[in-house]
């Protein structure tokens, strides 16, 4: 190890621990990491040296690619070289990855430059300071080769912070050691105080005295000191004789000095056996008189209380001074106290501050490691993981493609081979029916018979026969006759189908060679066609019977069709049946054309036969054909998706490779992404996700759309109170409209009770005088003016007793209408009592014909049930009434609850205008 582990305690902080970094020695990794860095101190000292030289470093030093060029190479060649792109892809230019040989041409503009610049610039330049420096910017580290680089650098950065904290912890460690000192020279000083004071002191306090810890020595966990071990120190000869040859020296020595030791007794004598004096407060070194405590107070002399006052006053003048001395002394231990308190918290405090040094030292630790970690991490992934896919993407393409081109070429092949085939059958069918138009042409001349012959000639199977009237065979015999006639002429069909097929003047597009279950069938028919030829020669019974039996003992016989993956067989030809001479025979028919019908007939099924084998081969090579076409449409398909999975992939390591993973150091506040803490392993998974969809956006943003928010939400708030002032004033003079029409309600209420108000003399002394007294008549001459007065007050009471008379016949008019109304009404509901009971006995008539026709009408249903069932117009009639009856209903009860949703929408909107404050809009009816 270059460097232990090692710790700093704090003196009385609880739990304060301060450790160093341990550093091994230097190892592979180190080298390499340390050759890593000298070629990036060369890569900034380029970057700079171009920089001041005033060329372009984008070109050499920012290596980017684009996407466009990534889907081009995945497409054009989805299985290139791995090497090629893992270095397109790491972005090393050739001028650093290669030393370059001195043959051959500079490419890069450090090199072209390196001729025609001056060196000495590039001399002066420094080199940067630590390894922090040289890291590359985070933008910039899309190669995976930086990243591999950019691992290292953080790893020596790391390094370099532990050396740096390493050494200040050094100096930590000698700041505690110059406490620890000051604590002892504060401690030794306290301990002399309290001698000096003795028993004049209350501080009692034990006394801080700081040690080292094991913990806070270096290496003091790896050594043993002698008084850690209780067994007995083993002592080698030559130890135990040097320690025997100390002691006997040092017991001459004492001898020579003798028992009386000259030394010893001089300090006893003087010193009394102590080299250093006993402590004193001075008392003792002031002598008392030898009467003091001997003579009475009362039998001093003059001389003697002279030589007492003296020594009281000596006595107390040194109590003084003992009492001083011991007060500062006290003061000075109350000082020292503080000032061990003051280095301690001294220490503590700036232990506190080296502690969170380091804490801020382990944040950077914490986020070069992690970096280091993304590094690794995107630089496997892109060297190691993307590299096996594209290899296994490569190799898989390669495969696909060489059976996609051996699947297409048996494809085209095998289409040939059935175009050929489906040629070789139209030509067939054309000479098939070319053998019926030679048929018609031939027996035109029949006439009547033609009919006869076509039937004959078209006929495959006999008839069934039993015995004639004219005597001809019957019965078994005739079975057994038909059916060796049919067996031959079988054989005989069979026969030329094999002599047509292997015929020397077959088209060549018919030789197709494939091993198919019709094309077996095809050549197992033409061997028993010329079996059967044979037994026509001269043979023939027996020939029959061993197709018959061969076909009866074959445990395939029942497989002829398709291949077994059609899921069923196809059905069997009929057999075909050859004319007999003797059933068969026209009337009227010469034997000539007897012969040239049975030989056109034989033509005819011959080309049959052969035209059914070439129709099985054909549908056999078609399905085939669709086998071998859905199987290169896979390859195809399965090729198409691997290379769009190449692009894809192509695109995906694209965006990788430019998905950079950017450290970002933000304080606590600036994060305000909430993230809900869910309990359980579900919340686990929600937090996650959480913080999964948290967005990384910059402060400007935040705060320029809190700005539009705080613009739009003052302009609604400058809205908001312009309504409410705006309603404010509505209501207001809402409520002053409402104020002054109750007032007037109330004058004019006030108006009519003054008006039929019934005056009387007193009441009108009262308000024409309005204190209720009549005024005493004085004993002066009425005047004119009094005259005056009273007649007016009589003309005035004259008008009031006529309005109350024209208001009590106004009354009792009023009275009279009233009561008119009163008998009209009555009249009227008279009228509505008497048409009730009529309506009311209309209704009991209607009920009774009602009734009526119901059981006329239920009588004429029970007697349509009877008869077969119900009328159909009826029912339809009856169905359409409740429908018309039932859509009216349903429109009344919507007519109403839209009246009473109109009426609870005014209640409403007149609750909404007595609320406030609301800004609901009254409508224009209100």
């Not at 985070?138 to 950065?157: D, W």
């Not at 505690?176 to 105080?193: G, P």
């Not at 430019?658 to 600036?670: E, N």
């Not at 006995?841 to 009774?848: C, K, S």
Request: net charge neutral; aromatic share 4%; hydrophobic share 35%.
């Amino acid at each position: 190890m270059a460097t232990h582990g090692c710790a700093i305690l704090g003196f009385k902080a609880p739990g304060l621990v301060v450790r160093n970094y341990p550093l091994k020695k230097d190892d592979a990794a180190t080298k390499t990491a340390s050759k890593v860095s000298f070629l990036r101190k060369i890569e900034v000292m380029e970057e700079r040296f171009l920089k001041d030289s005033g060329l372009d470093t984008r070109s050499t030093f920012d290596l980017k690619g684009t996407a466009e060029d990534a889907k081009t190479t995945a497409g054009a060649n989805p299985g290139a070289d791995a090497d090629a792109d893992a270095d397109a892809d790491a972005g090393e230019p050739s001028g650093e990855a290669d030393g370059g040989d001195g043959g051959e041409e500079p490419t890069t503009p450090a090199a072209r430059m390196s001729s025609s610049v001056d060196v000495a610039v590039a001399m002066k330049m420094k080199l940067p300071e630590n390894h922090e420096n040289m890291l590359y910017d985070p933008f910039k580290l899309y190669p995976p080769r930086r990243k591999i680089t950019q691992m290292f650098l953080a790893q020596l950065a790391a390094r370099e912070s532990k050396s740096a904290f390493n050494a200040e912890f050094e100096e930590m460690l000698e700041v505690k050691q110059k406490s620890m000192d000051k604590l002892a020279e504060l401690n030794t000083r306290i301990k002399e105080i309290r001698g000096e004071l003795k028993s004049h002191t209350n501080d009692t306090a034990p006394l801080f005295e700081p040690a080292w810890t094991t913990e806070e020595q270096e290496g003091a966990a790896l050594e043993v000191r002698d008084d850690e071990i209780s067994a007995p120190k083993y002592l080698s000869p030559a130890e135990e004789a040097k320690r025997a040859k100390e002691a006997e020296e040092e017991a001459a020595r004492a001898r020579a000095k003798g028992a009386n030791d000259p030394t010893v007794r001089a300090l006893k004598d003087m010193m009394n056996g102590q080299l250093e004096a006993p402590d004193s407060d001075g008392m003792e070194e002031l002598v008392k008189p030898e009467f003091y405590g001997v003579v009475a107070k009362e039998d001093w002399s003059e001389i003697q209380t002279k030589r007492a006052k003296e020594y009281e006053l000596k006595a107390k003048a040194l109590r003084e001074e003992l009492e001083k001395r011991r007060k500062t002394l006290d003061t000075e231990l109350k000082k020292t106290r503080e000032e061990t308190e003051e280095v301690i918290s001294k220490m503590d405090e700036t232990l506190t501050e080296f502690n969170e040094k380091r804490n801020g030292v382990e944040g950077k630790l914490a986020r070069l490691d992690s970096y280091v970690v993304a590094c690794a991490s995107e630089a496997e992934r892109a060297l190691t993981d993307d590299e096996v896919t594209k290899v296994t993407i490569s190799e898989t393409l390669e495969k696909l493609a060489a059976q996609k081109v051996e699947s297409a070429a048996v494809v085209a092949a095998f289409s040939k081979r059935v175009d050929e085939c489906q040629k070789r059958y139209e030509e067939v069918v054309a000479e098939d029916n070319k053998l019926t138009r030679v048929f018609k042409s031939a027996f035109a001349e029949t006439d009547l018979l033609f009919d006869t012959l076509w039937g004959l000639y078209r006929r495959r199977k006999a008839p069934a026969r039993g015995v004639n009237a004219n005597g001809t065979p019957g019965g078994s015999a005739a079975k057994k006759s038909l059916a060796r006639a049919s067996l031959r002429a079988a054989a005989r069909r069979l026969s030329l189908a094999a002599h047509a097929n292997h015929s020397p003047q077959r088209s060549p597009r018919s030789s197709i060679n494939l091993k198919t279950p019709a094309k077996e069938f095809a050549h197992a028919g033409f061997h028993l066609a010329g079996g059967a030829l044979a037994g026509r020669r001269g043979e023939g019974d027996h020939a029959a019977h061993k197709i018959v039996r061969d076909a009866q003992h074959d445990p395939f016989n029942a497989a002829f069709g398709g291949p077994v993956s059609s899921g069923k067989p196809k059905p069997r030809l009929p057999p075909v049946e050859s004319l007999d001479p003797t059933l068969d025979a026209v009337d009227g028919l010469d034997q000539a054309w007897w012969d040239r019908l049975v030989d056109h007939r034989d033509r005819k099924i011959a080309k049959e036969a052969e035209l059914a084998a070439m129709r099985a081969t054909l549908e056999e090579m078609q399905r085939y054909l669709f086998k071998i076409t859905e199987e290169d449409a896979e390859v195809q398909s399965e090729l198409d998706a691997l290379q769009a999975e190449a692009r894809a992939f192509a695109r995906r390591r694209f965006d990788q490779l430019y998905d950079l993973a950017v450290p970002l150091v933000m304080k606590q506040g600036l994060v305000e992404a909430i993230i809900p803490e869910l309990g359980g392993a579900d919340g686990a998974d929600g937090t996650r996700a959480a913080r999964d969809d948290a967005v990384l956006i910059h402060r400007s943003t935040i705060e320029r759309l809190n700005e539009v928010v705080h613009k739009r939400g003052a302009s609604k708030l400058v809205t908001l109170e312009a309504i409410k002032e705006y309603k404010k004033g509505i209501y207001d003079l809402q409520w002053e409209d409402e104020r002054l029409q109750m007032v007037d309600a109330d004058l004019v209420v006030k108006i009519k009770e003054l008006q039929l108000t019934r005056a009387d003399r007193r009441l009108l002394d009262k308000i024409l005088i309005g204190d209720g007294k009549t005024p005493k008549p004085k004993p002066e001459k009425p005047s004119k003016k009094t005259d005056a007065d009273g007649k007016k007050i009589l003309s005035e009471t004259a008008s009031l007793e006529a309005r109350l008379e024209q208001a009590r016949v106004l009354h009792a008019r009023l009275v009279s209408e009233r009561k008119r109304e009163l008998a009209k009404i009555t009249r009227k509901m008279d009228e509505k009592r008497a048409q009730n009971l009529e309506i009311s006995t209309q209704v009991v008539a209607m009920d009774d014909s009602v009734a009526e026709y119901v059981k006329v009408k239920e009588q004429r249903l029970t007697r349509a049930g009877e008869s077969g069932g119900k009328d159909n117009k009826a029912r339809a009639a009856e169905k359409k009434m409740r429908a018309m009856v039932t859509q009216r209903k349903l429109e009344d009860i919507a007519t109403a609850q839209r009246e009473d949703m109109m009426i609870l929408r005014e209640e409403l909107d007149r609750a909404r205008l007595r609320t406030y404050p609301s800004f609901v809009e009254r409508r224009g009816d209100y």
